[in-house]
């Protein structure tokens, strides 16, 4: 009986310790992930413009020696090409130092629109702080580490505010005479149970997603890259181009080993779903064919799920809300924390 009538006490200091704790990176997961929702969207915004007309685009040589020109310390590794015909192209480089670099490219013409470190790019930072926190392998152990503390922030908070079955609506209403200092830790409580559900499956999704990417053990010793002729990138490309003539090409990895890895965008499975092609940029040889039906890499479950993009537009509303709830939590829960806090001081 001692044991059972602790155990709402116990699980409630579960909830507000580890919550209080990873409360500034939940936050910012909440406005990373809100953002990169729309990303398309704010990236027409905040970014600038093609200048050439729409659908042309320069070989993809071209795009990549434009790169490379803007950060001539710096080797291409991979191109975003654009999704839209009035679209534009973004390149990541990475430096002989570890830095890493982008640019961002007219891809009707192949002229720099703008280049930089990750910061001089919002929405690509949003990116990488949401994914490994722009830390490289420990930061991707970190979101997965504050991933695992939001299933437990939602589970033990869920569990202690959990009335039974019958008393559920009930429980979720917030008396309109109840006192102004107590209104806070009630929206709280009750945006926490609403939300309890969806968040779980996010944490859990969001996990599930990055861990396959992190490296356990000493980190593979980088080989000399392969250069790679203009005329030959063109060639591989078109080879793989080939294979799915109907198809929008997404991006383009330039491989250390002289393989070009170019996804293409397969409508057939959903938002996230790609068709990818590797050709030997050495031997002008099609080294593999992966079809999204082939592709049985865990993120292709995660991700729709992650993103809400399982469900089409709805569903990316739907993950917006649950953004803006877990940055009304964040704030509200250490809040109505600091106020009882000091409630109790000047009691005292």
Known sequence: ????????????????????????????????????????????????????APGQIVPLSVLAASAENAQPKRRIVRIFLPQHDDGTAFAQLDGYDGAVGHALLDPGNGKLLATGSIWHFPLETALQLHFRL??????????????????????????????????????LKIPARMPQRLKLRAWHRSSGALLSGVLLVTALTGILTGYPSLVFGPSPASATPIPMIPADIDAAYALAKAEFPASRPRDVRFRQDGTLAINFFAPRGGAWAVDTVIVSNVDQAIVSVTPYEANNALWTYTLPIHTGSIAGVAGRWLMLAAAAGLLFLTISGPLAWWRARKKGKTAQ
């Not at 200091?13 to 809100?34: C, E």
């Not at 490289?136 to 039974?164: D, K, R």
Request: proline share 4%.
């Open 1 to 52: 009986m001692v044991a059972q009538s602790m155990k709402p006490r116990t699980l409630l200091s579960i909830h507000r310790w580890i919550a209080l704790v990873f409360a500034p990176l939940l936050a910012m997961q909440a406005v990373t992930g809100g953002a990169l929702l729309f990303r398309d969207d704010l990236s027409a915004v905040m970014e600038p413009a093609r200048i050439s």
């Open 134 to 171: 722009n830390g490289g392998n420990f930061g991707l152990l970190l979101v997965c580490l504050y991933g695992f503390a939001l299933m437990l922030i939602a589970a033990t908070g869920l569990w202690h505010w959990w009335p039974g079955r019958k008393r559920m609506l009930q429980a």
